[in-house]
């Protein structure tokens, strides 16, 4: 394997597959931490939507986080 993603893949927490990134959606910050990783462009918080092939489940995440 020669790719070298510059972020770590999600895992499904119920099944451990790796993650799809499904979407990219915008919204308001929610608290202090969130304000300060509002995309200037998008005037919000991004968060991405990653689905699990297997479960079909979705697990947000916004871009900021470094979990
Ligand atoms: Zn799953």
């Not at 099944?15 to 990783?37: F, V, W």
Request: aromatic fraction near 0%; charged fraction near 25%.
């Amino acid at each position: 394997m020669n790719d070298t993603p510059a972020r770590k893949p999600m895992r499904c927490a119920h099944d451990g597959a790796k993650l799809n990134h499904h979407a990219t959606l915008i919204r308001d910050p929610l608290n202090r931490e969130e304000a300060d990783s509002v995309d200037p462009v998008a005037d919000g918080v991004l968060i991405e939507v990653h689905a699990c092939p297997k479960c079909g489940r979705g697990h947000p995440r916004t871009t900021g986080a470094s979990t």
